[in-house]
C-alpha cells in the first residue's frame, strides 16, 4: 500500500487541494483581506475582518500561485494589499488584529500578537516565493517586527502578545504562537537566505521539543507566565478553548513533531550539525499522540485534549489535528523509511474521507463530536483552508525547503 509514491495516490491529492482551493475563493472581503466562511462556503455575516484568517489564505493561495491555478494570484495580491493598508498600524508598527469597515473595533483588536504575526511572516515569505508584487517589502518588514519586539533572544522564544504601541506585554508566553513562528522563520530562511532565522526556529524547537516535551513525558505544557513556568491549570474553566486549551493539545504533538523535523532536514542542508535527537523526539512526539489521542474512548478521531495524566479531557474531533496527523505521518517516513508511518497516513486519509470531508458543502467540517457527528462546540463554520491545503501538499513535497519555496523550486512529486 505505497501510497505516499503513488502517481494516482498524487493525482487525488491534487484534486483535493483544487476542491478546497475553489471552495476558499467566497472568502475575499471586498474591503480587503479574507473572512471567516460558514459550512456552505459564504462569508459569516457581521464578523471583523481577522488578522490570522487573512494571513493563512494569502498563503493557501500562494500556494495556489505556485500550483498555476488561474485566479490564486489576484487573492494573494488582495491578502498583500489587505496588509499593506488596512491591517497596517502606521503609526506604532505591526498588525491589527481584527478590522472593521472603519478600523479596530475595539480594544482587543489593536492588540499585536505573535500568533498573527508569524502567519504575516508566513504569508509575505510564501508570496515573495511566488513572485508577487511587493511581498518582499512586506516580509521585510513582518520580519523588522519580529526582531524589534516579537523574538526574545535570551528566551530563544517569542513573546505572546503587545499592548498597540508595543509598551505593555502580556505576562503569558504561549507554545502555539511558538510553534508556528517555527514554521514562519523556517519560510522566512528559504526566502531570505539568512540562516539567522534557521537558527532562532532550531533555539525554539529545541526549547519546547527536547527540553518541555520531552521533560513532561510528551504531554507538551502550553501555558507559561512570564518568566516560562508552565501553568497546568490554565483554562481549566474553559477546557474547550481555540487557541488556549486547558492541559495538553494532542494536535500539537503530531505539528511539533513534523516542524523538528523540517529543521533537522534544513539544518543538514545547511551543513549545519544534526542532532540525533531531532528524530528521536519526533518519533516519540507522534507515538505518544497516537496512544493518547487517536481511538482512545470507543470512536476512531484524536480527541482535542487530554489531562496531566493523559486522559482525555475534550473529546470533540477537530479538523486540523487530523491534518497534522496526515503531515507528520508523511514526514516521518520521508524522514525513516518506516512502513508504519505509511500504513497510519492511509489510515487518517481514510478516516477523513469517512468523516471530515464535505463533500455536499465543499471543504472539510472543522468539528466532529465524539461519536463522530458534526459539532460546533469551539469551532462552527469552515474557518480557512490551511491546514487541509497542507495536508494535501506535504506528502508531495521534500522536508526542506518549505511549502512554497519547494513549490518555487518546481520540487513538486
Same mark, same amino acid.
Given at each position: 500500500? &505505497? ?24 472568502? =475575499? ?7 471567516? +466562511? ?16 487573512? #494571513? ?16 490564486? $494570484?489576484?487573492?494573494?495580491? @488582495?491578502? +498583500? &494589499?489587505?496588509?499593506?493598508?488596512? *491591517? ?7 498588525? *491589527? !488584529? ?6 479596530? @473595533? ?10 498573527? @504575526? ?8 510564501? $508570496? ?8 518582499? %517589502? ?61 537558527? =532562532? ?6 526549547? /519546547? ?14 501555558? *507559561? ?5 508552565? +501553568? ?32 533537522? !532536514? &534544513?539544518?543538514?542542508? $545547511?551543513?549545519?550539525?544534526? %542532532? ?29 485534549? /487530554? ?9 470533540? =474531533?477537530?479538523?486540523?489535528?487530523? #491534518? %497534522? !496527523? ?25 478516516? !477523513? ?20 457527528? /458534526?459539532? =460546533? ?9 490551511? @491546514? ?8 508531495? +513535497? ?16
Amino acid at each position: 500500500m &505505497a501510497w505516499l509514491s503513488a502517481p494516482a495516490h498524487h493525482r487525488w491529492l491534487e484534486g483535493e487541494t483544487d476542491r478546497l482551493l475553489d471552495f476558499g475563493r467566497a472568502s =475575499r472581503v471586498a474591503e480587503g483581506g479574507f473572512g471567516r +466562511l460558514d459550512e456552505r462556503g459564504r462569508l459569516e455575516p457581521g464578523l471583523p475582518t481577522e488578522l490570522w484568517v487573512t #494571513c493563512r489564505m494569502t498563503y493557501v493561495y500562494a500556494l495556489g500561485a505556485l500550483l498555476g491555478r488561474p485566479g490564486c $494570484a489576484p487573492l494573494v495580491d @488582495h491578502g +498583500l &494589499a489587505a496588509l499593506a493598508g488596512r *491591517f497596517r498600524d502606521a503609526e506604532h508598527g505591526g498588525w *491589527f !488584529a481584527a478590522v472593521g469597515p472603519d478600523g479596530p @473595533h475595539d480594544d482587543a483588536a489593536t492588540a499585536k500578537d505573535a500568533y498573527p @504575526h508569524a502567519f504575516v511572516v508566513l504569508a509575505t515569505a510564501s $508570496a515573495a516565493a511566488a513572485g508577487r508584487p511587493g511581498a518582499r %517589502e512586506l516580509l521585510d518588514e513582518a520580519l523588522a517586527v519580529q526582531l524589534r519586539h516579537f523574538w526574545d533572544d535570551e528566551a530563544g522564544m517569542v513573546v505572546e502578545s503587545w499592548d498597540r504601541a508595543f509598551t505593555t506585554t502580556e505576562a503569558y508566553r504561549g507554545v502555539n504562537a511558538n510553534m508556528h513562528t517555527v514554521e514562519a522563520y523556517l519560510a522566512a530562511a528559504d526566502v531570505t537566505g539568512d540562516l539567522a532565522w534557521l537558527e =532562532r526556529a532550531a533555539r525554539i524547537v529545541e526549547r /519546547v521539543v527536547h527540553g518541555l516535551a520531552r521533560g513532561n513525558g510528551w504531554r507538551l505544557p502550553e501555558h *507559561f507566565d512570564a518568566d516560562w513556568q508552565p +501553568l497546568l491549570d490554565y483554562n481549566r474553566d474553559v477546557p474547550a478553548h481555540p487557541f488556549r486549551p486547558y492541559g495538553a493539545t494532542v494536535g500539537h504533538w503530531l505539528e511539533w513533531a513534523r516542524l523538528t523535523l523540517h529543521v533537522r !532536514a &534544513a539544518l543538514e542542508a $545547511a551543513g549545519r550539525p544534526v %542532532e540525533p535527537w531531532l528524530l528521536d523526539d519526533a518519533v516519540a512526539l507522534f507515538d505518544a499522540a497516537v496512544a493518547q489521542g487517536w481511538d482512545v474512548d470507543g470512536a476512531p478521531g484524536f480527541v482535542y485534549t /487530554v489531562d496531566w495524566s493523559g486522559e482525555p479531557v475534550v473529546r470533540m =474531533r477537530m479538523h486540523w489535528v487530523l #491534518c %497534522e !496527523a496526515l503531515g507528520a505521518a508523511a514526514a516521518l517516513h520521508a524522514a525513516t523509511g518506516d512502513e508504519r508511518f505509511e500504513a497510519w497516513y492511509a489510515t487518517w486519509w481514510d478516516y !477523513a474521507d469517512t468523516h471530515l470531508l464535505d463533500r455536499e458543502g465543499g471543504s472539510w467540517w472543522h468539528e466532529l463530536d465524539e461519536e463522530n457527528r /458534526v459539532s =460546533r462546540t469551539v469551532w462552527g463554520g469552515k474557518a480557512d483552508l490551511y @491546514h487541509a491545503v497542507q495536508a494535501t501538499l506535504l506528502p508531495r +513535497l521534500p522536508l526542506t525547503p518549505v511549502l512554497a519555496p519547494a513549490l518555487a523550486r518546481g520540487l513538486l512529486a
